[in-house]
């Protein structure tokens, strides 16, 4: 990881991934995504291609390519921003017309649009000097210095001319001198004060007058490994190294432009200052970006410089009522696709080339009581019948011109309407609902038989309706085959059967009823007592029964199991003949409760009670007819 704290809009500045070709693990590593591989022809596939950043490996890789990679493509903002936190100590390329940047500005420099290496200005000077700014940047141990310069013309025969020069105060430390001997012949001089006065080298250079050139300076302060160093186009044309250097303090200005008063006419821009070597702007091409009506492209048209062989992805966006047809790249048709990459091996012209749409856009949506919902709407040609789709709320149908029908749904709401679709244009419909509310009911016991708004229902029940009041009215009593219930209250505690429930907020209402099993006036828990009179009734026995005077049992084994079945009616019904010792009785589910008891003054309030699906069998040894009272009349076996 990267051993300093770097802020997140720095870091934002920096590519998230880099690329390389999985089948040429040897290429080069690109920081930006491309169309295909150089080498083995493969097609891009970002998921595939990308790789964890190799300049994130350790602080002076990430320095490296902020340097080469990064910073050429980055806007003036972009790279003061950058330069906070790699090296660079001072940076200005006069693009904002002014040597505000600058500490002191001497004599008469001026900045001019004229001739420029990179962006929109440079700085010019002409006549005799001494005209130059400096920098005032904080004392520095390791220094470099570069500067773009274009000779306007000739110097006179050996004449030395300084246009870059590192003080600490008024002590000079080093300084680059170009002069012109017999031929003419340019040379590069760069003398130096410490350990003392003395020249680090002279070499021919190529320049020519009329042309940008790069240079640079390089300074070490140190006892014993003190250094000079100096650059042109990139190639160090000198250096000392070894020396001892303390003699001075360390470097705090940078000169730039003409600090002798030889007569000469010049430009300087790209003025970077670092704790490292700099090196040249990258070599750029132009990229310049057009559209046809009907769209706009990202970036938007203009010209943009980019570094030499870089990649750009340039995407098309169609206006509404339009598509995008094809790019042209130097007016050659290159690709359909929205999106795409160009190489900047040269200055390219690329155009969009937008059409209107074929095709008309209809856009639907559904409202109830101004909110959206999911309504169903079928789409039909009005003129064919032919069935477009059917589909879900909110959507749009790309569909050719002409006229279609609609049907929307909505619980149980339905609305139509026609609409006429125009090439290019887009259509929306949108259907408007009355809001329904979810209403449940349910009741304890259920089902129990309700109204509402004077419309039966039966619970449980969940209805949809409007927003709105509405009148519940239940039964104060109901019964449950031949059990009455009483109506006790509602969920809200309320305790009257009628009710008035108001829906629309919250969407969803649950109500309750609740019943009571009714209480048979006069009757309570049964005693004791009463269980021994009711068990004499059935079973004959006139006394108490007691530990002295128990249930009577007969031990006796039966001869014959009958398993005949007889089904009672309203009249006295002969058991088999045969001798019997139990009798079984079955009350079918379907049937109401009924009760079991030994003479004709069973009742319901005082005979045995049988449930629907329930059993009782009975010894009879000494009985010989039962009586069974039901919701009819008594039926007699």
Not at 350 to 364: D, N
């Amino acid at each position: 990881m990267i051993p300093v704290k770097i802020p997140k809009d720095v870091l934002d500045l920096f590519p998230m991934w880099q690329y390389n070709c999985p089948n040429c693990p040897d290429s080069k590593v690109l920081s930006e995504k491309v169309h295909h591989c150089v080498k083995c022809g493969a097609e891009f596939n970002e998921e595939k291609w990308r790789v964890p950043p190799r300049f994130l490996k350790n602080s002076k890789a990430m320095s490296d390519y902020a340097h080469k990679v990064l910073a050429p493509k980055l806007s003036p903002e972009q790279r003061e921003l950058l330069f906070k936190y790699f090296t660079v100590l001072f940076s200005d390329g006069f693009d904002d017309g002014t040597f505000d940047a600058w500490s002191t500005v001497v004599g008469s420099p001026t900045v001019v649009t004229a001739q420029k290496h990179h962006g929109t200005h440079s700085m010019y000077v002409t006549g005799s000097g001494p005209d130059f700014v400096y920098s005032g940047h904080g004392a520095q141990l390791i220094i470099n210095a570069r500067v773009y310069l274009r000779l306007n013309s000739a110097i006179p025969n050996y004449t030395r001319w300084c246009f870059l020069q590192f003080n600490k105060g008024a002590v000079p430390i080093c300084r680059l001198n170009i002069y012109q001997t017999t031929g003419p012949t340019y040379h590069l001089y760069m003398e130096r004060w410490f350990p003392i006065w003395g020249a680090v080298g002279t070499v021919p250079i190529a320049m020519v007058p009329g042309e940008w050139h790069c240079y640079e300076m390089g300074f070490v302060r140190d006892a014993v490994n003190g250094e000079y160093r100096a650059y042109f186009n990139n190639a160090e044309l000198m250096n000392q190294t070894g020396l001892d250097t303390s003699g001075v303090s360390d470097c705090e200005q940078v000169y730039c432009g003409n600090a002798t008063t030889t007569v000469v006419d010049f430009h300087e821009d790209c003025v970077v200052i670092a704790d490292v070597h700099i090196g040249p702007e990258p070599e750029t091409q132009t990229l310049t970006l057009t559209s046809t009506e009907g769209g706009k492209t990202f970036p938007s048209s203009g010209s943009y410089s980019y570094a030499k062989d870089s990649s750009k992805e340039v995407t098309a966006i169609p206006d509404s009522g339009y598509v995008f047809d094809h790019w042209e790249l130097n007016d050659l048709n290159v690709s359909t696709k929205l999106s795409y990459v160009v190489t900047m091996n040269t200055d390219h012209r690329l155009r969009a080339f937008f059409v209107l749409s074929p095709v008309g856009t209809l856009s639907l949506r559904a409202l109830a009581d101004s909110e959206e919902v999911t309504a169903l709407v079928k789409v039909v040609h009005a003129i064919t019948g032919e069935v477009i789709g059917t589909d879900e709320t909110e959507f749009d149908l790309d569909l050719p011109p002409g006229t279609y029908s609609l049907s929307a749904s909505y619980k149980d709401q339905i609305k139509t309407d026609d609409v006429t679709i125009t090439a290019g244009v887009t259509s929306t419909v949108t259907f408007r609902f009355t809001k329904m509310h979810t209403l449940i009911i349910v009741s304890d016991p259920s089902p129990i038989d309700f109204t509402l708004d004077g419309e039966a229902f039966e619970t449980p029940r969940t209805l949809d309706k409007r927003s709105g009041s509405y009148e519940i009215v239940f039964p104060s009593s109901w019964f449950v085959g031949v059990d009455e219930y009483l109506f006790t209250q509602w969920e809200d505690g309320s305790v009257n059967p009628t009710r008035t429930v108001t829906i629309g907020s919250p969407q969803a209402v649950n109500l309750t009823a609740t019943y009571r099993l009714k209480q048979i006036e006069g009757t309570g828990p049964i005693t004791q007592r009463e269980h021994k009179d009711n068990l004499k009734q059935v079973l004959g026995n006139e006394k108490d029964i007691s530990e002295d005077n128990p249930l009577p049992t007969i031990e006796t084994t039966p001869t014959e199991v009958l398993e005949g079945q007889v089904t009672l009616t309203g009249t006295a019904q002969q058991l088999p003949d045969e001798p019997c010792l139990a009798v079984t009785f079955e009350n079918p589910i379907n049937n109401a409760v009924v009760s079991i008891g030994h003479d004709d003054t069973v009742t319901l309030l005082n005979g045995y009670r049988l449930q629907p699906g329930a059993t009782k069998s009975y010894d009879i040894d000494n009985v010989n007819r039962f009586w069974v009272s039901g919701t009819a009349t008594s039926r007699l076996i």
